[in-house]
């Protein structure tokens, strides 16, 4: 990219090398050049970087924070900033594909402290978001995007979300939000929207973990905006309401549920996720919302 100069070249090279214990990237992690101090101080200061090419180097420099095992700079410093950025339409287009391609890349990486896939997640949704208010992307690029956040979402087996003294991972919840502002964007179109739908349900409730950290929530949003793009009829609701809550892995029925983890746990996630959405269905006057309600009750009544 015509922005990218050699020093900022090495400096990503030189982070993406192989993976080191946390102290070691935690020294590492000097995007753009930038010490621990002059980020904390652009931080205090609203995140103001005079010139663009300085501002477009640092937010590249920024990608390669996410995976720091501090949270005060992946959370408070890397993402923080490139949320700014972006949601202040500071970053040229040619600083946002390489960062959709970049963060791509991430979510495949080898990723030694668990931080740096789900933080790379939750920064492209903002990079999805960029697309979705003024379109730059190329139908062949949101294809791409599209694909790597479902194959990301359908992976994800790392359920830890809040730990103290290390901050959030979240890799349910960051791709949640990634899959909800690209179901937000009226270019992606039915046949995705269907394939996003349907990763969701693969992480709605995973075997043997009962989620604690709001991600329910985070996996009902898309699906509550998905019907507001009134592209699915009750019958379809309906059916993938009814899939959703069978006993799965349990079995051909859910009796004995509650005699294993594997059950309790099945039960507690899909409750869950069935209320967030039976609540925000029936309390909501929006139209757009009826073909999803008799579905969504019927599978609430399906469970044990």
Not at 201 to 213: G, K, L, N, R, V
């Amino acid at each position: 990219m015509k922005i990218v100069g050699l020093s900022a070249a090495l400096l990503l090279a030189a982070c993406a090398s192989t993976p080191t214990p946390a102290s070691s990237q935690q020294a590492m992690c000097r995007p753009a050049g930038y010490e621990r101090a002059q980020l904390d101080a652009l931080k205090a200061n609203g995140w103001t970087v005079a010139g663009d090419a300085a501002r477009n180097a640092l937010a590249l420099g920024l990608a390669e924070c996410l995976g720091d095992p501090d949270p005060a700079v992946r959370d408070g410093i890397a993402f923080e900033a490139l949320q700014h950025f972006m949601r202040n339409t500071l970053l040229t287009r040619e600083t946002l594909a390489a960062l959709n391609a970049d963060l791509q890349a991430k979510l495949t990486a080898p990723d030694p402290h668990g931080f740096q896939r789900p933080f790379a997640a939750l920064v492209l949704a903002d990079v999805a978001r960029t697309d979705r208010i003024e379109p730059w992307m190329s139908a062949a690029q949101r294809a791409q995007l599209i694909d790597a956040a479902i194959a990301y979402l359908r992976s994800v087996s790392d359920y830890r979300g809040f730990t103290p003294g290390e901050g959030y991972r979240h890799a349910v919840a960051h791709a949640s939000d990634l899959m909800l502002q690209l179901v937000l964007n009226p270019a992606v179109s039915k046949p995705d929207l269907i394939r996003i739908r349907d990763a969701i349900a693969t992480q709605i409730a995973p075997a043997s973990h009962s989620y604690i950290h709001g991600e329910s929530e985070r996996l009902a949003a898309p699906i509550l905006y998905m019907a507001t793009r009134n592209v699915f009829d009750e019958t379809e609701w309906t059916a993938w309401f009814a899939e959703l809550a069978s006993p799965g892995s349990l079995g051909a029925s859910w009796d004995g549920w509650f005699l294993s983890e594997q059950g309790l746990a099945r039960r507690h996630n899909l409750m869950a996720f069935l209320n967030v959405v039976h609540a925000n269905v029936t309390l909501s006057q929006n139209p757009a919302f009826a073909p999803m309600r008799p579905g969504v009750a019927a599978a609430i009544r399906a469970l044990p």
